[in-house]
């Protein structure tokens, strides 16, 4: 599984969970457009760390949160192995 | 410094059966002639006036020592087992002992200024002893981080709760506890069964939780205490077969529903009560309607001599139980001006009860909304797969913080059913917690730690 599919798997979980109906994902989706919260956000990162091994905003230390899902995505991706 | 009416702890051996012990794994000391004979090889008389430290492998000699020593020292400090000598060295000096009692070989540069003498089994005739000092007793706070605390206590205050019930209640009782009796929640038991005129068989470092319970079987253990989490560790053992004490107590830590109920299973023939004491704050009250928090009509009364009030959601209870201070040079008031103890623990009205949140110290800050680990484990607790959990704190870039949940699932559990599990875990808790309480992940884990004085381990509190 590719870490975008499965960085969608984690955001449909918690969208389930936190009853939230997430609009199609797609890279240009704003992340404030995702209906999700901080918390969700927290939620969605800690459980990535523990599926992924890496937290890439807490690794750097100037990143900036991304504001598309897309950069979001990429933030994993480009994460060092 | 010389109460003619005072009492000492030797004087309540001669009440009561003519066949009383004290045993640990090892060896059962008869309670009854016990104040014929000496442990401290009839040195006792050296001992009077002096600020002793009683420093023992084995909690059968502290005991002994204890029994020997009230009412002769000045003060004793009790020395619980896992301290290290760096620490008690501080300890030592700011509770001003002179005098260490032990079992353990002391080198030279270690004993120093201090006598030292040695401890055994008793087995010498003592000398005609009088009770001559109204010893005070210094305890150790059970605090995890630091150097712990030292606070005084009289044998009053200590055995207050105990003579409030009428110690003569249990006179046929034979008391175990999971609790080290160097603590205080152990050494409320040890004083259940001198003053009421009991038994006691104590605990063993190490032991394996079925030796244990054979050992409690044996020695007729009718009376028992433990925290929480040494509940909850008993009731996961399966050691809990053909062993039927007729009173449970837990004290320590929170006494959730789960742990009752579990215990009310588990022991169906039981009273079961929870009691709110700390080393601080004393013995404040016990609930034995088996539900979890505490009759609402408990505070603003005097009764039994204790008073309770609630101030910033945290309980506050001032009562001749409570320890007299801190001892120290630098130490801080242990009460406020009008004699409270603050206990730190956070307590919420929920209709006609207070509930235990958690403690002050413990709370998880996410994003500004507050958590206790405390409340979170209660809602969990209450899966019927649930063993025990811990809830704690994990750093996240967003919230600052988020609760994440490690969860011990009953034994037998089908790995199969863990993401059943987990969803109605999370439902449970999303039903009756605020969305930031919730927690984020769920682990499944075969242990949690417990710490020393059986709570469990609060690494980031």
Redesign the interface.
Known sequence: MSVRTKIFSAMEQIAE??KVTLPPLQDNLSLNETGFD??A???L???LE?ELGV?P??IAEDAA?PSTLGEFVRAYENVPA | MFPPDSIALRHYLGQGPKDRTISDARHSVSLTDIVEFSCLAGRCCDLSGRSVLIATSRQLLSALAMIELDGVARRMLLCPPDLDWERLQALVEQAGIDTIVTDRPLSGSRAGKYTVIGIDLPDRRATRRTVDHATEWLMLTSGTSGLPKIVRHTLDGLAGAIIAEGPARYGDATWATFYDIRRYGGLQIFLRAVLGGGSMVLSEPGEAIAVHVARLRAGGVSHISGTPSHWRKLLMSGATANFSPRYIRLSGEIADQAVLDGLAQAFPHASIGHAYASTEAGVGFSVDDGREGFPAHLIGRNRDGVEMKVVEGSLRIRSKRTARAYVGADAPPLADEEGFVDTGDIVELRGERYHFVGRRGGIIN??GLKVHPEEVEAVINRHACVQMSRARS??????GA?V?ADVILTAGTDEKCHETIRAEI?TQC?DSLA??KVP??IRFVERLEVTAAGKLARTDA
């Open positions: 969970e936190q901080s918390l956000f927290a939620i990162v800690a459980r523990d937290d905003f807490t949160f | 996410i994003g994990r750093r996240s870039p967003i919230t988020i994440v999370l999303k969305a930031w984020a992940v």
